[in-house]
């Protein structure tokens, strides 16, 4: 077969790699890797071969032939040194090349060529011959002389070898022979001994999406790549027999160099699917690997090239693609859904991207700017159901923070929700957050709790559901239940700082206080700049009696919520002399400054005064609370903090106001 015109040499591509034996060039997504010529063929002849061994003696005679006399043990270690370097490789625990000592090497990925059919192969060193490029500043990819009498020697053997020749070949020959019996018989040892250890599984039941890198050389281009990997945790997210790690734990891998199991074991998950995308106009690549982490096995890789108006569609191929590598029976209802409904076209997308880029900064302004994108989406496409739901919960947050009046805040989210699930009722978040608004606006707990439990029958791999429901079990009393929904939430989520503060208060509500409190410092370490942790320890401390631990804790909470000096310093006299009721009767004293300028709201005023045991006053901000809907006011009935009020009427009628009469008596 005649060789190939560099212009028609096939690429080869593996994981987020490209090789171009045209051009000499390796890319990792589009961006050009550093590697020299030696290596670069090295790795070539290679990854021409995947999955079989590639002594060096076959290495030494592609590169110099037979009658050049070089250090060529030295040139070869350099070689696959320099490949490990390009590729990011290891021979520990390589995910390319794989060392077979006194054997040679392995290509133990993946490989996929653009033409196929123009291999050749071995013995004529397949790839290795076809990308053979001009040396000599000729213009053409035919192999050299020696490589020709090479290839002649090796098609002839051991016929034409002169006998001291044969004896030395022979002699090679044995070695490898005995070298493929050892690794063989050392490779069984190791299946048997792997498949016979107690509790160890070969199924993946849960996987982490890392976050996609963006290799397109424009860092305005991360919300897009934020974007993707949103958007496959969403579609790999609905295999309900799979445990999908959500977006908040995965993202604080983003720009993180960590061995893939070290992040496994910190996820707690099975597998792990890495990729790359770059972006190009309205062209865009998505690279992306299946990982199984327990052997550092990859298990499937593959390139996805299409228009970015369809690029929901190359998400649902990857999900697929993995879904049948994981080799899961998917029943009907755990098929990956198909039908939803995508943007009409690439702009919208595009500002759809930009709107959850911002949401996720989960500021104030960020939140603002994020509902402008959601906004200007829903005019431009007013089909697509993610912008009105993401929409509505921007509304939402901003009147929990607020900046918009909850009572127009809600309205408007309410509208938004309604008009998502006419478009379309099946979809989870939707029922989500119209749960979230039955549940914290309308106090309409009986009409909240089947949206939470439509929204995890939809997805059982979306947070907000597990959370709404466990919220609605505290609301009404059902606190195991509750701690169970949370623990799952935490299981989806695991490095999330609002789960695992949600989680460490359903403890405290089930009065597991030992409990509570080891989650709790566990939340400090994932961030010790947060106020509310320490908030919730100096909580669980004062339920304990250990007043004295609760001062530091809270007195921590408060630096950290930048709390005036003038403050703090009267925070530290007061427990100085009266210890932790000291403390709160001197916060006491800036309540009504601090609620008329928004850093107080009319719960927290109640808190205070209830702490500083000044009943009437605490259940006049209770009242006040529940008229301004603030967060907490539908965990009255189990928040240990409110015990001391329970023997109080107006306490009662608050419960009855609200709907909670029964809670506070129910089984814990």
């Not at 002649?152 to 022979?170: G, V």
């Not at 999900?319 to 009409?344: D, F, H, N, V, W």
């Not at 996720?360 to 603002?368: A, E, G, M, Q």
Request: hydrophobic share 40%.
């Amino acid at each position: 077969m005649a060789s190939p015109t560099p212009s028609s040499a096939p690429k080869v591509r593996f994981g987020a790699f490209e090789l171009d034996p045209s051009s000499g060039t390796i890319r990792k997504g589009g961006i050009p890797v550093k590697l020299q010529p030696q290596p670069f063929r090295v790795l070539l002849l290679l990854a021409g071969r995947p999955g079989r061994v590639v002594s060096r003696d076959e290495i030494q005679r592609y590169l110099w032939g037979e009658s050049t006399f070089v250090d060529f043990e030295r040139g070869i270690n350099f070689s696959i040194n320099q490949i490990r370097s390009a590729l990011c490789d290891s021979a520990e625990k390589p995910r390319y090349v794989e060392t077979l000592p006194r054997v040679g090497y392995r290509f133990i990925a993946s490989v996929t060529v653009d033409s196929p059919s123009e291999a050749v192969e071995i013995p004529r060193y397949q790839l290795g011959q076809l990308y053979d490029w001009p040396r000599d500043q000729q213009a053409t990819l035919q192999p050299t002389p020696q490589q020709e009498r090479a290839n002649s020697e090796i098609e002839t053997f051991p016929q034409r070898l002169q006998p001291w020749k044969f004896a030395l070949r022979l002699r090679n020959l044995f070695v490898l022979i005995g070298g493929g019996l050892l690794v063989l018989a050392v490779f069984l040892v190791l299946l048997w001994r792997y498949k016979t250890v107690p509790g160890v599984s070969h199924d993946i039941r849960s996987l982490a999406v890392l976050p996609l890198e963006n290799v397109s050389g424009d860092l305005s281009q991360d919300y897009f790549a934020d974007g993707m990997t949103d958007e496959l945790i969403t579609s790999v997210g609905q295999i309900s027999s799979l445990r999908v790690i959500s977006r908040t734990s995965v993202m604080r891998y983003k720009g993180v160099r960590k061995p893939l199991p070290q992040i496994a074991r910190e996820l707690n998950v099975d597998a792990i699917v890495e990729g790359t995308v770059v972006r190009s106009g309205d062209q865009v690549r998505i690279t992306a690997q299946l990982i199984q982490t327990a052997a550092d096995k990859h298990l499937w890789a593959q390139d996805y090239l299409g228009d970015v108006r369809d690029v929901l569609g190359l998400q649902n191929q990857i999900a697929s693609a993995i879904a049948k590598q994981i080799r899961m029976t998917l029943i009907p209802r755990e098929e990956i859904r198909a039908g939803i409904p995508r943007p009409a076209n690439p702009a919208s997308y595009e500002t759809y991207l930009r709107g959850e880029y911002f949401l996720n900064r989960f500021t104030p302004d960020s939140i603002r700017k994020a509902a402008d994108y959601f906004q200007q989406v829903i005019e431009d496409d007013p089909s697509y159901v993610p912008a009105y739901v993401k929409l509505a919960g921007a509304y939402q947050m901003l009147g929990n923070m607020n900046v918009v009046p909850k009572k127009v805040a809600y309205a408007k989210a309410n509208t938004l929700v309604v008009k998502a699930l006419e478009l379309d009722p099946e979809f989870a978040a939707a029922h989500a957050v119209r749960g979230w608004r039955l549940l914290l606006y309308e106090l309409d707990f009986v009409a909240a709790a089947p949206e939470f439990k439509r929204a995890v029958a939809l997805n059982p791999n979306g947070v907000e559901g597990h959370e709404g429901m466990a919220t609605y079990y505290e609301t009404i009393g059902q606190i195991h239940d509750a701690v169970q929904e949370m623990e799952r939430a935490r299981e989806l989520d695991p490095l999330a700082l609002i789960v695992n503060n949600d989680l460490c208060t359903a403890l405290f509500y089930a009065r597991r206080y030992d409990e509570a409190l080891s989650q709790c410092k566990a939340n400090i370490d994932l961030d010790p700049n947060a106020p509310r942790s320490f908030w919730i320890v100096g909580d669980v401390y004062a339920a304990k009696g250990m007043e004295s631990e609760a001062v530091v804790s809270s007195l921590q909470a408060l630096q950290l919520a930048g709390a005036p000096p003038s403050m703090i310093a009267a925070a530290r006299i007061g427990a100085r002399d009266s210890g932790l009721k000291g403390f709160w009767k001197a916060l006491a004293q800036f309540v009504p400054e601090n609620v008329k300028n928004g850093n107080l709201d009319a719960y927290d005023a109640a808190v205070n005064y209830t702490y500083a045991g000044d009943a009437d006053k605490a259940l006049f901000w209770l009242g006040k609370a529940v008229e301004a809907r603030c967060f907490g006011i539908t965990y009255l009935g189990v928040n240990p903090l409110f015990d001391q009020l329970r023997s109080d009427g107006r306490f009662v009628s608050l419960l009855n106001r609200i709907g909670l009469h029964r809670a506070d008596t129910r089984k814990r």
